[in-house]
């Protein structure tokens, strides 16, 4: 028995939780949903009571609606208590790889509220928002610099809306040269966004094999390509953690067909100040204001995904555009002259607005030469994580890596421990797990990405309970992964109960007497 | 620069471990004919005070809509949020953390993700919704592509009156989607419209798609078009994009809804110029697995204690891949999380008095501008919006107000240029946030202007 397991051994949660009346943990509190703590007629708000009578002619609603009544204190310790049992970027390390979780500067956060942009409304007379449609602006240009692309859709609402609508400006392009394609190409190793936005545009999707060292197997990619082939989704770096160095290469085969590179650009943050895509041959890429310039992800959003376009693609782009006349800005909202051939809109108003305010406070925050650094440091901690860990661990390509590492659950070969186990008890010691069982490519995949936001001693902690726990595993020590987490507000859930007799909403229990029959 | 924690002394021992040259070495796998020896010439780097500085000047550009009158709906509202709720959302552990993959340590995200779609379940009068989609206006084409799938049918039918934006988010979505999208002309008093819908249906339709109240203001009942969309195969889909009406009005459900679509920005966040915002989507129980986006669920962990998790995967893109129900991945979790507290707050009480509030605003701007001479309301029934006729075009009258202080709605030409008729038409929308005063100041500017 390891020293792990023996100091375990006194101690398994379930003793822990019958020692409490409470089921609370010290400062874990456990709380009531909110239905369940409903007294009829009180309220968190107080509102003047209206006048009587109504105009809406029979149609006023009859009945309870059935939502729960509770005080201003109540929903503060609720939400407060929720929130405890929620790890975030600010409490640790947390390496979901190709997530880009990185710090959220709160001056963002301030500067977002600001009335003068909180508090506009997006159908307000041009004349009342020039400073919105200046920032705007100066964000797109920003963004067409750093990529080298001339023109950029700033509409989209996330990674994959972006997708939809880099793929939509594509669709458009080819139509309009009067052809027809039927085919999109997508690696393997792709994020599952790629290959659904291709069937959401109404293209079959054709996968592409990666070559032994991780890349897109170029010869495979050539045999593939042909006149009904309109794009290729390519995530550059790639999902494995790797620089695509054929990249050019692949970018010139796919333009002989005649056919468009779609960029996946979640992994920008690697190439951010030093690289390009416009200089690769990119035609179409989405950027992640939510990863790469660190727009909060909120516990699943919003996001944000504006999308640089080749000037191939540019006239496609959807509505609105921001145009420049005068010494002002004026919004293009209607397709006609020089936005005749635009997709149209693909979603209500102008685009995450809030999301563009701290967008441009992370960017002018580091300057060119900051973005540049930041690019940098993520790539080192990726390959820092790498030279400590590869000797234990198995990589799943030689590196240099750039802003993530792969490794597949080859170390973990016969001796019981999966990579979700693995993950769980790294939850245990307190970090985030790395992203699990993706890309698909490799087998039990363990994707880590530090970004530059982590000191090397916050590096050194996360790398000597990694290595810990790989010695332990080695050393046999199954059955404690297998009850990993232990210290969680909850421990592991039955995801399989879950999606088989779905409840997914809260429902009052039926009276007792019911119940009983 | 203040965001990265690594020193030069870092960055040497690190390479030395790495056994690197330099960090442009670790980039050696880029081809050299692209890579930049120095950064794009952009500005350099800035301290919070130039930051702060350079920003504020923008804002202070603009003309808020919370420092005027303002009569601006559809489709955003401005309402007054608690100040709990924003101090909430900024609660490290929501604001930074990731789509709840790891359950054990994202129970606070998964618990308020379910009490968010019982909320709107309740208040759509549906029996289950999502984890929320980016807006309304996607809510809405995502309504339609899932009533495809359900009717295997490819056409949608869409009211006159649906907001434009949602009705061209639809179009674009159906241009590559290969399916196709009927709208009916625009108009007030959409009573007529709907009596035109229903006998638009036919073998071919998968649904019609109504937004109430209607994009003028027009409160209707929409049974009878339900029952229409029912025996003729096809589903029903309702819009609401001022998602308080819901505590005043019919709802959806008591209607004959098949599918909601709603935009819920009026809870909890702000206009913010159009976005972020978040859509609402709830549908019958029995259509849950053709249900797009993410969705939580109740279970049990192994000591046999309540707690939440992902669920339905099998409908999303990360399992499907090219067969999912939709691309979405991202979505609007903290103003869904918002929406939540700041319904909390109001509980049955409140959210039923603020939306009877915002109605009997709209009655006294209904009341005070039809004492106007030389202009009409067009609008009988209404919740927080109506629709007025100007004796010339409302653009250059809104335009003149706002140069006096005055945000007096949204001209129809404004969301329907190429209507000439339409031209006339002024839509405003009175929240609990207007005052009397603000009233009076907008009709005394209409009376001014219009004299």
């Known amino acids: 028995m390891s020293g792990w397991s023996r100091a375990l051994s006194g101690f398994a949660r379930s003793d822990a939780t019958a020692a409490t009346i409470s089921g609370n943990h010290g400062l874990q509190l456990e709380d009531p949903l909110l239905f369940e703590q409903d007294a009829p007629g009180r309220c968190g708000v107080d509102l003047p009571e209206p006048p009587s009578g109504d105009r809406l002619g029979g149609l006023r609603r009859r009945g309870p609606i059935g939502l729960p009544g509770l005080s201003e204190p109540q929903v503060v310790r609720h939400f407060m208590r929720a929130s405890q049992k929620n790890y975030g970027i600010d409490m640790g390390l947390y390496p979901l790889g190709s997530c880009t979780m990185k710090h959220n500067p709160r001056l963002n956060e301030k500067l977002a509220r600001l009335p003068g942009f909180a508090d506009l409304h997006p159908l307000q007379p041009e004349a009342t928002v020039q400073g919105a449609l200046e920032l705007i602006d100066t964000l797109a240009r920003w963004l067409k610099e750093l990529t080298g692309m001339p023109a950029v859709a700033m509409s989209p609402a996330a990674g994959a809306h972006g997708e939809l609508c880099g793929m939509m400006c594509i669709r458009a392009a080819i139509e309009a040269r009067g052809e027809r394609r039927q085919r999109v190409l997508v690696p393997e190793s792709a994020h599952g966004t790629n290959p659904a936005t291709a069937a959401a545009c109404g293209y079959a999707v054709d996968a592409i094999p990666a070559n032994a060292r991780g890349r897109v197997d170029l010869a495979a990619l050539k045999a593939k390509l042909g006149e009904d082939v309109a794009a290729i989704m390519l995530t550059n770096p790639n999902t494995c953690g790797l620089f695509e160095d054929e990249i050019l290469a692949i970018a010139e085969a796919v333009h002989g067909a005649g056919a468009f590179f779609y960029c996946d650009g979640a992994n920008f943050n690697a190439l951010v100040g030093r690289v390009r895509p416009g200089d690769l041959g990119v035609d179409c890429m989405h950027l992640n204001l939510h990863k790469t310039f660190s727009t909060p992800h909120g516990g699943g959003g919003p996001g944000s995904g504006p999308v640089v376009l080749a000037a191939s693609l540019a006239r496609f782009a959807p509505l609105p555009w921001i145009a420049h006349e005068g010494a002002g800005f004026r919004l293009v909202e209607q397709a006609a002259g020089s936005a005749a051939e635009t997709i149209g809109r693909i979603k209500g108003n102008h685009g995450q607005m809030g999301m563009f305010v701290r967008a441009l406070a992370y960017i002018v925050s580091h300057g060119t030469d900051g973005l540049r650094q930041l690019s940098g440091d993520a790539v080192l901690n990726a390959n820092y994580l790498l030279a400590r860990l590869g000797d234990l661990l198995t990589p799943s390509y030689a590196g240099p890596c750039m802003h993530e590492v792969l490794f597949d659950d080859r170390f973990l070969h016969d001796t019981g421990v999966t990579t979700l186990d693995f993950a769980k008890a790294l939850i245990d010691e307190g970090f985030h797990p790395m992203t699990m069982y993706f890309p698909l490519v490799v087998h039990g995949a363990l994707l880590m990405e530090p970004t530059e936001s982590e000191s090397k001693a916050s590096l050194d902690r996360f790398v000597s309970v990694v290595r810990g726990l790989a010695e332990r595993a080695k050393a046999g020590d199954a059955a404690e992964f297998h009850a990993a987490p232990r210290f969680t507000p909850r421990r592991r859930l039955d995801e399989t109960a879950a999606a088989r007799k779905p409840v997914l909403r809260w429902r009052r229990p039926a009276p007792e007497s019911q119940a009983a029959e | ?451």
Request: with cysteine.
């Open chain 2, 1 to 451: 620069m203040r965001y990265l924690p690594l020193t030069d002394a870092d960055r040497s021992a690190m390479l030395g471990v790495i056994g690197a040259a330099s960090v442009d070495d670790l980039f050696r796998d880029v081809p050299r004919s692209v890579w930049l020896d120095e950064p794009p010439a952009l500005p350099r780097a800035m301290g919070e005070i130039e930051v702060e500085r350079a920003l504020m000047r923008l804002a202070a550009k603009n003309v808020p809509a919370s420092a005027v009158p303002s009569f601006l709906g559809c489709g955003v509202y401005r309402h007054h949020v608690p100040a709990a709720v924003d101090h909430l959302i900024q609660r490290g552990e929501f604001l930074t953390s990731y789509t709840p993959y790891q359950p054990e340590v994202s129970q606070g995200t998964l618990q308020s993700m379910f009490e968010f779609q019982t909320q709107v379940a309740l208040i759509t009068a549906m029996d289950v919704a999502n984890a929320s989609m980016y807006d309304g206006a996607t809510s809405c084409a995502e309504a339609v592509m899932m009533a495809n799938r359900l009717t295997r049918r490819r056409k949608a039918i869409l009211a006159g009156d649906l907001h434009p934006h949602y009705r061209e988010a639809a179009a674009t979505y159906a241009r590559f989607g290969d399916f196709s999208v009927v709208t009916r002309p625009a108009g007030p008093a959409g009573e007529n419209d709907l009596a035109a819908l229903a006998s638009k249906i036919d073998g071919e339709t998968s649904c019609v798609v109504v937004q109430n109240p209607g994009s003028f203001g027009d409160v209707r009942d929409l049974s009878l078009l339900a029952e229409a969309c029912h025996r003729a195969g096809a589903l029903l889909v309702v819009v609401v994009a001022e998602a308080v009406s819901l505590g005043l009005v019919k709802p959806p459900g008591e209607m004959g809804a098949d599918i909601v679509a709603a935009e819920g920005q009026s809870l909890g966040n702000a206009p913010g110029f159009g976005g972020p915002h978040l859509g609402l989507f709830a549908v019958r129980e029995k259509f849950v697995r053709q249900m797009p986006g993410r969705v939580v669920g109740e279970t049990r962990d192994v000591e046999g204690r309540r707690g939440f998790v992902l669920t339905l995967s099998t409908r999303e893109q990360h399992i499907r891949r090219e067969k999912a129900t939709s691309n979405i991945c991202t979505n609007s979790g903290l103003c869904a999380l918002a929406f939540t507290i700041h319904m909390a707050l109001l509980g049955e009480a409140g959210f039923t008095r603020l939306a009877e509030l915002n109605h009997a605003r709209a009655a006294l701007l209904a009341d005070r501008l039809a004492a106007l001479p030389r202009l009409r309301v067009l609008t009988r029934c209404f919740f927080n919006e109506l629709t007025v006729r100007l004796p010339v075009p409302a653009a250059p009258v809104v335009d003149m107000l706002a140069a006096r202080g005055v945000l007096a709605g949204v001209p129809a030409s404004r969301l329907w240029p190429e209507r000439a008729d339409l031209a006339d038409l002024l839509i405003l929308a009175a929240t609990e946030l207007n005052t009397e005063d603000d009233i009076a100041t907008l009709t005394a500017g209409l009376r001014e202007v219009l004299s």
